[in-house]
């Protein structure tokens, strides 16, 4: 979710501006993709990375989380939206991590589409994540290392029982993976879009699902 920062600039607006109004365009999107049948949106809300930013930068979203969730949960409850994250949410403040603990258990029965938040979030770190709790029932004896495959070590991400994403949409122009599901996007078809994050449309949605839909998904085979 590219461009809160520039997108504020351009308004004369500072940078966490942006970032307030891209928080609201998460709610947008979710309602979009629940009204087309989607069943999982994740999004990429806080990286790893980010902690380099400006400390005031860092706390206004931090804060952010811990403020708006509660109107997005009353909301997104009534419409049976499931709330869920991912990441090292064990290095978050106290306060962060318990609002995203209690909000996933206040949500967790709801199966209209399923909503989750990469928060301290890193694509690296949730594979050396899985390796150190392999590593660890291996020694444990509860796993053979013969028997490891890539199904079997699916079950050591974050949230192994989320689909790999079919379709994955980076706005601001930006055009690389940025440590985003490195292991699940390994197969997911993408799409560019030249828009900021705050000017993300409905219509501009639908633009990336019809372009999906010509893709010819071959997974290594032959059609």
Known sequence: MDGNGRWAKK?????????????????????WCAN???????????STENWKRPPEEV????????EKIDEFY???????????FIGRLHE???VVRKKCEYYEDRTKNN???????????????????????IISDINEKKLELESL??????????????PDPDLVIRTSGEMRISNFLIWEIAYSEFYFSNLLW??????????????????????????
């Open 149 to 162: 495959d890539d199904k079997l070590f699916r079950n050591y991400l974050y949230a192994p029982d989320v």
């Open 198 to 223: 705050p000017e993300f449309s409905e219509e501009e949605l639908q633009r990336a699902i019809d372009e999906y839909t010509k893709r010819d998904r071959r997974f290594g085979g032959i059609k």
């Open 36 to 46: 087309r049948g989607v069943k999982y949106t994740t999004f990429y809300a806080f």
């Open 11 to 31: 308004q004369g607006k500072p940078r966490t501006y942006g970032h307030y109004v891209g928080a609201y365009k998460i709610e947008d999107v979710v309602r």
């Open 59 to 66: 706390n206004f979203i931090l804060n952010l989380l811990v």
């Open 111 to 133: 199966d209209k589409i399923q909503t989750i938040m990469a928060f301290n979030y890193g694509g690296r770190y949730e594979i050396l994540d899985a390796i150190k709790k």
């Open 74 to 84: 009353e909301r997104m409850h009534k419409e049976n939206v499931r709330l869920r």
């Open 92 to 94: 978050l403040p106290d």
